[in-house]
């Protein structure tokens, strides 16, 4: 039966892996929507994400694997930490703080078809009809802004967990004998 550390330290590891995963699912939501340019933030998400699951994994294979205890682990988890937090930042500045739940035509036009993580094609008017909700609908802008509002919340949130499962893994290692 693995001890009380160790069924902490895989509830810690599967929580990074579903937000890394929806971190990952976010990001590419926003990237396949995105057209035509190339938008180094939202790749920058997708990196996040990749390596936050790939931080879930070495974690838990360090539960097998003492190598990967120690060094090692906590560097994994100091780039994961660094990764998270400078994504969940990046997304924050560049949504600008902007209300995603303002779907009047002024507020579209003024704030959130000027934000690059949104806009997508939205500045050439001959696409505006895919950028604008007129009517009381879900539309193109407000859609991706909670996609990109989400995503830097699940940053935030999976740095963290990073962060708890960091200091339970060095309060249960503390206590372990060193040979």
Not at 16 to 35: K, R
Not at 101 to 125: F, G, R, V, Y
Not at 145 to 156: L, S
Request: neutral net charge.
């Amino acid at each position: 039966m693995p001890s009380s550390a160790a069924k902490l330290t895989y509830t810690i590891r599967t929580l990074q892996a579903i937000l890394a995963a929806a971190t990952i699912g976010t990001a590419v939501s926003l990237i396949l929507n995105q057209a035509p340019g190339k938008n180094a933030a939202l790749q920058y998400g997708l990196a996040v994400g990749a390596i936050s699951l790939f931080g879930a994994f070495v974690g838990v294979l360090a539960l097998w694997a003492p190598i990967l205890q120690g060094l090692i682990l906590l560097l994994t988890d100091v780039a994961v930490l660094c990764v998270n937090l400078a994504g969940g930042l990046l997304f924050a500045v560049k949504l600008e703080g902007v209300d995603c739940l303002n779907q009047s035509s002024a507020h579209m036009l003024e704030k959130l078809i000027h934000i690059s993580l949104l806009n997508s094609d939205c500045p050439t008017e001959e696409l505006y009809y895919n950028c604008l909700s007129w009517d009381e609908g879900d539309g193109f802008l407000q859609r991706r802004c909670r996609w990109a509002t989400a995503a830097a919340v699940v940053m935030f949130v999976n740095f963290v967990v990073v962060l708890v499962g960091v200091l339970i893994e060095y309060l249960a290692g503390k206590g372990r004998v060193r040979k």
